[in-house]
């Protein structure tokens, strides 16, 4: 029998909402307005920051080191 469909986990929504936010095409993403849009949401700070260190280390995103823009790759 066919699985119910899956809740995706946090950090797969997170990432679908900053590729939405990117637009089509879109290279980066401000971290401040994707926090709030999250937080909005209702993910928590906790939350987004382990999914963005998941997708880094996924070399799917990076982050710049003051941690104001997210640029996917």
Do not use: H, M
Request: hydrophobic share 35%; glycine share 10%; net charge positive.
């Amino acid at each position: 029998p066919p699985s119910p469909p899956r809740c995706p986990r946090p950090s797969e929504a997170i990432f679908g909402v900053l590729r939405d936010l990117g637009g089509p095409g879109g290279r980066s993403v401000p971290l401040p307005q994707a926090l709030e849009v999250l937080g909005a949401r209702g993910f928590t700070p906790a939350q987004v920051s382990a999914a963005l260190d998941e997708y880094e280390a996924l070399n799917v995103l990076q982050v710049n080191p003051s941690r104001t823009r997210v640029t996917f790759v």
